[in-house]
């Protein structure tokens, strides 16, 4: 574990854990680390063959409904579940929370994009970045590890506090995201990070809420996005897998 609170830490221990902290988790969320994102879109893509998504202005206004309104607190709640379960070694609570999380995608497309992350995410961890308990974490879960889950996970299993996890896994989703329309519009460098600084504070609020949500505050309003990633399996011609 890199975190304990049976012992006093001294500054110098502490910066140096927070140092670590970090790393790893600019590490893990990176889209350097090898959990295949590039290749989905969360149904963006057909939105944007739909029309829907045209320009960064409407693209910053489906994202904010995404990250506000839909998978994105859904994940997001899911995260800090996981987190405060494995935390506490309830492996019975975490693979409530592992099931609720798989049974809650709205479509088979967002069903393969979010395990295949999450497995791939929990291989790459165990492989190169294993801890104490992690195998156990992911022993007790009966279904595959949704993406979210799995971060969730593995950064409690590393003591790497909640709230910085959180966040840097809402920069990630939406980054990718992003990254997704800037393929498909196209999108300019320039205008991706604007479009990036207008959800700055959607993605602040979105972790606030999903810090102090319940499982019974899940629920999505983002009926169109479900259907584009319902839509996007049937989509003629395609660049993404979902």
Same mark, same amino acid.
């Given at each position: 574990?890199?975190?304990?609170?049976?012992?006093?830490?001294?500054?110098?221990?502490? @910066?140096?854990?927070?140092?670590?902290?970090?790393?790893?988790?600019?590490?893990?969320?990176?889209?350097?680390?090898?959990?295949?994102?590039? *290749?989905? *879109?969360?149904?963006?893509?057909?939105?944007?063959?739909?029309?829907?998504?045209?320009?960064?202005? /409407?693209?910053?206004?489906?994202?904010?409904?995404?990250?506000?309104?839909?998978?994105?607190?859904?994940?997001?709640?899911?995260?800090?579940?996981?987190?405060?379960?494995?935390?506490?070694?309830? /492996?019975? /609570?975490?693979?409530?929370?592992?099931?609720?999380?798989?049974?809650?995608?709205?479509?088979?497309?967002?069903?393969?994009?979010?395990?295949?992350?999450?497995?791939?995410?929990?291989?790459?961890?165990?492989?190169?970045?294993? #801890?104490?308990?992690?195998?156990?974490?992911? @022993?007790?879960?009966?279904?595959?590890?949704?993406?979210?889950?799995?971060?969730?996970?593995?950064?409690?299993?590393?003591?790497?506090?909640?709230?910085?996890?959180?966040?840097?896994?809402?920069?990630?989703?939406? %980054?990718?995201?992003?990254?997704?329309? *800037?393929?498909?519009?196209?999108?300019?460098?320039?205008?991706?990070?604007?479009?990036?600084?207008?959800?700055?504070?959607?993605?602040?609020?979105? #972790?606030?809420?999903?810090?102090?949500?319940?499982?019974?505050?899940?629920?999505?309003?983002?009926?169109?996005?479900?259907?584009? %990633?319902?839509?996007?399996?049937?989509?003629?011609?395609?660049?993404?897998?979902?």
């Amino acid at each position: 574990m890199l975190m304990s609170t049976n012992e006093p830490v001294s500054p110098a221990d502490l @910066a140096g854990r927070e140092a670590a902290a970090l790393y790893r988790l600019m590490t893990w969320l990176s889209p350097a680390f090898p959990v295949g994102g590039f *290749s989905y *879109s969360s149904g963006i893509e057909w939105a944007v063959e739909a029309g829907d998504i045209t320009d960064t202005a /409407t693209l910053a206004d489906w994202l904010d409904a995404m990250l506000g309104d839909g998978s994105g607190l859904c994940d997001a709640t899911f995260l800090v579940h996981a987190y405060r379960a494995a935390e506490a070694g309830e /492996t019975t /609570t975490l693979n409530d929370i592992a099931e609720l999380a798989a049974a809650f995608v709205p479509s088979r497309e967002r069903q393969l994009e979010t395990t295949s992350q999450g497995r791939a995410f929990i291989d790459i961890a165990r492989a190169a970045w294993d #801890a104490d308990g992690l195998d156990a974490m992911v @022993a007790a879960c009966r279904t595959p590890l949704v993406y979210p889950v799995a971060v969730g996970v593995v950064a409690a299993m590393h003591g790497v506090p909640l709230a910085p996890t959180l966040h840097a896994f809402l920069h990630a989703l939406v %980054s990718n995201w992003i990254s997704a329309a *800037s393929r498909l519009i196209p999108l300019g460098q320039t205008d991706s990070q604007r479009v990036l600084v207008r959800l700055e504070a959607a993605a602040a609020a979105t #972790a606030n809420r999903a810090l102090n949500a319940t499982l019974d505050d899940l629920g999505s309003a983002t009926f169109r996005a479900d259907l584009a %990633s319902l839509r996007h399996e049937t989509q003629y011609t395609r660049l993404f897998r979902s």
